[in-house]
């Protein structure tokens, strides 16, 4: 089984430094989007990228990676919103399991029928514990997955939840307030999920600034996704990297 990639994450982590991945959605970036993004992403040295959405209804997916793996050397890390959403031009996928919710088909029913394809891709496998956190307005993850978010402030919920993730042997736990979220996630809840946790936290959902960027891994969070604020203004990009390698910085005794 393939492991570079989590290797990394792991090795990143035990040297307190943090990543960045930009988020790239298929449906929303043509071409030269696209193409601005890998250069940017280059120039910033981000991490990862990763793509994907809750819909992906263009069918471009195995021509976005192909794009990207092209034109640069980052890793490129499938987030699907579907099982369908697979292409093995990438380097890993997370193998999303919607721990936060109730609905049996992310649990597990989706990933029965998808298991023979996933294997057979060849791609990294990660198992991710998903949680979606309440980000202020309903979004595709929550509409499309039938689950409701756990709330925002209820950070013991979110503790217990990304807890049995990683003890049920998930390796990476993703708290995700949802695409284009109104409120991303809070720092207390961060700070509290990651003192408890050993598996690298990601973080994601409504992050639009360098500072929330800055605070978001200063609370613990090991790895920032930002998707939609940088479709926006994609020069936010090299401030949102600089301030999270600020963080990354180890401190003088
Ligand atoms: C969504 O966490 C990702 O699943 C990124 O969210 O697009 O709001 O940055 P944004």
Known sequence: MKDAIYTSLLATKRKRRKSFAVLIDPD?????KIARIIDLS???????????????????????????????HIPVILFPGSPSQISPYADALLYL?????????????????????????????ISTGYMVIDGGAPTTVSYISNASPIPADKNEIALCTA???EMLGMKLIYMDAGSGARRPISEEMIQLVSSFIEVPLLIGGGIKDPEKVYLNAKAGADLIVV?????????LLAEMVNALHSVSVPERP
């Not at 919607?98 to 029965?112: F, K, T």
């Open 28 to 32: 929303k970036a043509d071409t030269a």
């Open 42 to 72: 280059t120039r910033a040295k981000v991490d990862y990228l990763f793509v994907g959405g809750s819909l992906v209804i263009s069918h471009q997916l195995d021509e976005v990676v192909q794009q990207i793996k092209a034109n640069c």
């Open 97 to 125: 399991s919607l721990i936060s919710g109730r609905n049996p088909e992310l649990l597990i029913g989706q990933h029965v029928i998808s298991a023979p394809v996933v294997k057979k891709s060849g791609l990294e496998i």
């Open 163 to 165: 807890m049995a993730g």
């Open 227 to 235: 998707g939609n604020a940088i479709e926006k203004d994609a020069s």
